[in-house]
Nanobody
Framework: QVQLVESGGGLVQAGGSLRLSCAASGRTFSSYAVGWFRQAPGKEREFVAAITWSGGNIDYIDSVKGRFTISRDNAKSTVYLQMNSLKPEDTTVYYC???????????????????WGQGTQVTVSS
């Protein structure tokens, strides 16, 4: 079993930065890929970024490219999402998720991830 706990959300002004953390415990963290998703009320969960277990593959949704950076520290069993130049439209709940699947081509699908954190709220004021 895997447990994921997000932290680092909060309130920030437009143009500001936040760093989200996803701390994992349980099954070997370094064996799975991790994704970040976000979901606004009444909307589907949206892929934001993902990273493979080795960090060799990384991907982002177009709207955050150049602003967000995903990274991982397997020694600390933690994945980070550095968010810079935040915009009001980035406001929502962010979730991290873990996947043991090797199907990188399905990284954008929430269904590919078996383990989810509880979410952390990010609010960007204009």
């Amino acid at each position: 079993q895997v447990q994921l706990v997000e932290s680092g959300g909060g309130l920030v002004q437009a143009g500001g930065s936040l760093r989200l953390s996803c701390a994992a415990s349980g099954r070997t963290f370094s064996s799975y890929a991790v994704g970040w998703f976000r979901q606004a009320p009444g909307k589907e969960r949206e892929f934001v970024a993902a990273i493979t277990w080795s960090g060799g593959n990384i991907d982002y949704i177009d709207s955050v490219k150049g602003r967000f950076t995903i990274s991982r520290d397997n020694a600390k069993s933690t994945v980070y999402l550095q968010m810079n130049s935040l915009k009001p439209e980035d406001t929502t709940v962010y979730y991290c998720a873990g996947s043991y699947s090797s199907r990188w081509y399905r990284r954008m699908s929430p269904n590919e991830y078996a383990y989810w954190g509880q979410g952390t709220q990010v609010t960007v004021s204009s």
